[in-house]
């Protein structure tokens, strides 16, 4: 792995619900867990439309578990809202729209800067998309046009939220998910961690652990796709080319 991820603190989840749970609520305790007993966070509504109504939800999640949220759509200087906070939560949405407004909000080297001298980062589908060098591993489609795909570079590797494995019974003809992503290793050498629905991933001191219910599959140029497991050092399987194929 390399020093992009040495500063970097974060927590990337796949997804912010899962079946049969409300919003966040399958990732509380990691989410307690990563911003200790107490964090003011900043939110970024972006990736939706509707970004009071998101904000709103969120900033009622966070307050349920004993955090202070504030969203940075309703400040008049997002950079400036930067310094006030202990920690960054980019939400869900559509990746492309997400992207194109940190660019117009000239807030990628901002937060970068901030998650690399201490910042705390957690991110949610698009959210975890943006701290990967590109996203070009998203699932979005590009609803808007954005300056680049070159995104925050939290970390070195890609990730594709909510991976999902191909049904054998299934009449469907197209590319599986799996199908795409070894397309994407055909014409680019970074790494992907296809993170399944209640998985995330732990960065910190430059280790990256999968944490949640479910596992991920992991996608590297010149080898066969193989499994994580809860609990795996990412790090380790990302680097190592003696990791085991499946």
């Known amino acids: 792995m390399t020093s992009l991820i040495e500063n970097t603190r974060a927590l990337l989840i796949s997804t912010s619900r899962v079946y049969g749970s409300g919003y966040l609520d399958h990732a509380e305790s990691m989410v307690r867990e990563f911003l200790g007993a107490k964090a003011r966070v900043l939110f970024v509504p972006y990736a939706l439309a509707d970004r009071d109504a998101y904000a709103e939800m969120a900033q009622k999640r966070f307050e349920a578990m004993g955090y202070a949220l504030d969203s940075i759509h309703r400040t008049g200087d997002p950079i400036g809202a930067l310094a006030g906070v202990d920690a960054i939560f980019i939400g869900g949405g559509n990746t492309f729209r997400l992207l194109k407004a940190l660019y117009d909000h000239h807030l990628i080297e901002p937060i970068r800067r901030r998650v690399r001298d201490g910042l705390l980062y957690i991110g949610s589908s698009a959210g975890s998309n943006v701290a990967c060098p590109t996203i070009k591993t998203t699932n979005d489609m ?54 399944r629905e209640g998985a995330m991933l732990r960065v910190e001191k430059g280790s990256v652990t999968l944490l949640g219910s479910t596992g991920a599959r992991i996608f590297k140029r010149g080898a066969d796709p193989f499994e994580a497991q809860p609990g795996s050092r990412m790090d380790e399987l990302l680097s190592s080319a003696a990791a085991a194929r499946q």
Request: aromatic fraction near 8%; charge should be negative; charged fraction near 20%.
């Open 142 to 195: 590009p609803i808007v046009e954005v300056p680049s795909l070159s995104a925050l570079g939290l970390v070195s590797f890609q990730i594709n939220p909510h991976y999902f494995d191909a049904d054998p019974n299934s009449r469907h003809m197209g590319e599986t998910r799996e199908d795409r992503l070894i397309q994407y290793l055909e014409e680019n050498d970074t790494p992907v961690v296809g993170l």
